[in-house]
C-alpha cells in the first residue's frame, strides 16, 4: 500500500505523483496530502524541501491512544 510519507517523498525527489499511486492512497492520507500541496503551493511557492514530511494526523492519532 502507498503511504503518505512515500507520496511525499516522490514529490520531493520528481516534482509529481502518478494518478496510480495518487488513486492507492487511502482516502485520510489522500485528504491530507491535498491540503498539504494546497499549503505546499501558496506559501512554500513550489519549493520541494518544504513539503510536510511526516502526516500530522498520524502522529495526533498515536498521541490520543
Same mark, same amino acid.
Given at each position: 500500500?502507498?503511504?503518505?510519507?512515500?507520496? %511525499? @517523498?516522490?514529490?520531493?525527489?520528481?516534482?509529481?505523483?502518478?494518478?496510480? /499511486?495518487? &488513486?492507492?492512497?487511502?482516502?485520510? *492520507?489522500?485528504?491530507?496530502?491535498?491540503?498539504?500541496? @494546497? &499549503?505546499?503551493? %501558496?506559501?512554500? /511557492?513550489? /519549493?520541494?524541501? #518544504?513539503?510536510?514530511? @511526516?502526516? &500530522?494526523?498520524? *502522529?495526533? #492519532?498515536? #498521541?490520543? &491512544?
Amino acid at each position: 500500500m502507498y503511504t503518505y510519507e512515500e507520496a %511525499v @517523498k516522490q514529490l520531493q525527489e520528481t516534482g509529481s505523483i502518478s494518478l496510480i /499511486n495518487f &488513486k492507492e492512497l487511502p482516502y485520510e *492520507d489522500l485528504e491530507e496530502l491535498l491540503e498539504e500541496i @494546497k &499549503k505546499w503551493c %501558496v506559501y512554500a /511557492n513550489g /519549493n520541494k524541501e #518544504k513539503l510536510e514530511k @511526516k502526516s &500530522k494526523k498520524k *502522529d495526533k #492519532k498515536k #498521541k490520543k &491512544k
